[in-house]
């Protein structure tokens, strides 16, 4: 399609109806307009509540923006209130990298305000598993994720990064600085309590019986495919 609607940043604050009409227009010329996008149009012109639902939606945008906002200046009042170190990676203070040296491992740990979601992920991103010991990764994460009460570790299939990652909703809730420090400590403890193990999985450091655990596995997968 053309460019011409982001050209066009004077429809924004125009009255949802004109802004349709507009529109409406502009797809009638445009050859190369999605199919269907005209039908949809017209009919979004004839909803009576149209202006309501775009007001309201407004409202509401604004709302989780402002509630966002607050979330992350608490973060931010808690960390200094603690005297931690931290970075903010985007310009508005919603993503912020700290680190925590642990019995095992230095934890670098990633909170993130979402501000569609209602919510605050903490992300800690441990190390690259071996490709050819991703498939041990996986099958031990599986199992070590099931008593987990806060969050849970993850290995991704393109690059075998592991990572353990947590997300807890605001929603209608006020910012408390124990639960928030509780979080951090069940993820940084959690991480660093399974890390040295973890690691020798990532590296493919097995016992004789792991390995002869796992040709076994291997042989049975191998002539389950065969059938």
């Known amino acids: 399609m053309s460019n011409e609607f982001e050209k066009n940043d004077d429809l924004l604050s125009e009255p949802s109806a004109e802004r349709l009409k507009q529109l409406i227009e502009q797809v009638s010329g445009d050859k190369d307009a999605p199919e269907g996008l005209l039908e949809l149009l017209k009919r979004m012109s004839e909803d009576p509540d149209l202006d309501a639902l775009v007001r309201d ?6 709302r989780k923006e402002a509630v966002a906002n607050e979330y992350a200046d608490n973060i931010h009042a808690f960390f200094e209130g603690k005297g931690w170190h931290y970075t903010a990676l985007d310009s508005k203070g919603r993503v912020m990298l700290l680190g925590f040296k642990m019995r095992n491992s230095t934890v670098r740990l ?46 991704d299939k393109e690059d075998g990064e592991v990572t353990y990652r947590y997300s807890v909703s605001y929603k209608d809730l006020p910012f408390s600085a124990d639960s928030f420090e ?34 076994r596995k291997i042989k049975q997968f191998a002539i389950a495919l065969s059938q």
């Not at 400590?185 to 655990?213: H, M, P, Q, W």
């Open 57 to 62: 939606n407004k409202e509401e945008a604004a």
């Open 182 to 215: 509780g979080y951090i400590d069940a993820c940084t403890v959690t991480t660093d309590r399974n890390y040295r193990e973890l690691s020798r999985i990532a590296n493919g450091k097995f016992s004789d019986e792991e390995k002869k655990d796992w040709f």
């Open 110 to 155: 990633q909170i993130i305000v979402e501000e569609d979601a209602e919510c605050i992920r903490f992300n800690i991103q441990l190390f690259t598993c071996l490709e050819e010991y991703r498939l041990a990764m996986s099958e031990y994460i599986t199992g070590l994720n099931h008593p987990l009460r806060y969050g849970a570790f993850h290995i």
